[in-house]
């Protein structure tokens, strides 16, 4: 029934865009500029712009010579003739024959970016912490290096980011909450008090974001486990999370297509399938569990992106370091001294790694899915499936050493 409701909704949207035109085939938007690059084709250079208004993301393309348009606000004249509700829900290409820029609008995000730019002199390392805080697009350069190293997860807002934050926002909230509770409502429950707070914060920063995929699954996941944990329903669960997954496709169908949100649920479908079997935690299981994910993540990531490199062992470490690195630039920024890691950042940025290019097959991918979903009642198939995301690892390293 939600489902229903949500596409109907969606498809009254659709038709609205489809008919917003000056005459039939073409459409009159508003929407932001999420990213803009240029690319050369048969016929010289043009412009790639990705758009975004409070319905759907888009690319368009143009051959006027426009200047930076980044996070402005434009109208563009769209050609959608052909374009069907599926490709619309998808997130579709359409050519545009007139882009107008709006007049520019300062609301807090923008202000927030700016105080972020003027902290840097570097315009590579200052896109860094846009995407890291903002969710703005990765420039290419970094993007790149964070596929081939494997730690695009680091750039995308989402539960990691989440937890990482939420975790320091409960030790920072802790001692004045103990105060008052202690002085004024002893009666309340501590735990429940302390864990609407990160919802609270999630809330606002997911209203800031723009209601970003990766993060808009983050915080679905934990409102809903908030309130289950209220109804006193086993929070840390298989089955919570599937149907957590499908309420958030039902209420959002454009989700099925976001490949941010669909490795997002995945990655949570390994903490939890991990959880399940081996639940104690020590030092030797957190390097398991690194080790596990990161090698669970290599089919389904290969069979959307080709570059490989064994270098990408080291998102393991890369990605426990962020552990203390993602709060300690974000306090950084808080004081007015964002610049303090932009040596290595533009470092970082130089480096050239040697990758190959790896995909998945089909077959591949569809024994990894029956095995994903084998190992949820099997012990022994949740050790067979990684094995066999080990065997895949192993194969593409002995391709990259034979080049």
């Known amino acids: 029934m939600i489902a229903m409701v949500s596409l109907g909704l969606e498809y009254r949207a659709f038709l609205s865009f489809k008919t917003s035109g000056f005459k039939e085939g073409f459409s009159v938007i508003e929407a932001s500029v999420l990213n803009q690059y240029t690319k050369v084709g048969k016929n010289g250079e043009y412009s790639v712009l990705r ?3 409070k319905h759907i993301s ?10 930076n348009l980044m996070h402005r606000r434009v109208r563009v004249v769209l050609v959608t003739k052909n374009l069907t509700f599926l490709q619309y829900l998808q997130g579709f290409y359409a050519f545009s024959v007139d882009i107008a820029v709006l007049p520019q609008e300062y609301h807090f995000k923008q202000q927030i970016r700016e105080s972020i730019t003027k902290q840097h002199t570097s315009e590579i390392a200052a896109n860094v912490y846009h995407t890291l805080f903002l969710a703005d697009s990765l420039n290419y350069q970094m993007r790149s290096l964070a596929n081939a190293l494997g730690i695009a997860h680091l750039f995308a807002i989402s539960g990691y980011h989440y937890g990482v934050l939420s975790f320091f926002i409960l030790l920072l909230s802790y001692p004045t909450y103990r105060y ?25 920063y997911l209203l800031l974001l ?38 958030m496709i039902a209420l959002f169908p454009s989700l099925l ?17 991990f959880i399940q079997y081996i ?7 957190i390097i398991l569990f690194n080790l596990g994910i990161f090698l669970f993540m290599l089919i ?41 890691a932009d040596s290595l950042i533009l470092w970082a940025s130089a480096l050239e790694i040697p990758v190959i290019a790896v995909k998945t097959t ?23 499936l990684n094995l066999y995301c080990l065997a895949f690892f192993s194969y593409n390293l002995s391709l990259f050493l034979l080049q």
Request: charged share 5%; proline share 6%.
């Open 58 to 67: 888009f690319y368009t393309t143009t051959k006027e010579d426009i200047k």
């Open 300 to 340: 389904p990531v290969h069979f959307i992106f080709t570059p490989f490199t064994p270098l990408a062992l080291l998102s393991i470490p890369l990605t426990l370091a962020f552990n203390f690195f993602y709060p300690f630039v974000l306090i950084a920024h808080l004081i007015g001294i964002g610049d303090v």
């Open 210 to 247: 723009g209601f970003t995929p990766s993060f808009l699954r983050a915080f679905c996941m934990a409102l809903c486990s908030y309130l289950l944990f209220i109804g006193g329903v086993r929070v840390v669960s298989l089955h919570s999370f599937f149907a957590l997954g499908l309420l």
């Open 51 to 53: 758009l975004q208004n």
């Open 279 to 285: 639940p104690t935690i020590s030092i030797w299981n």
């Open 180 to 204: 008052f509770h202690h002085h004024y409502f002893p009666y309340r429950n501590a735990l429940m008090d302390l864990l609407s707070i990160p919802v609270i914060f999630g809330f606002l």
């Open 362 to 384: 089909k077959v591949i991918l569809g024994i990894w899915i029956f095995l994903c979903f084998a190992a949820i009642p099997f012990r022994r198939l949740f050790y067979a």
């Open 257 to 273: 297509f976001s490949i941010g949100f669909i490795l997002s649920m995945l990655g949570v479908f390994y903490i939890l399938l």
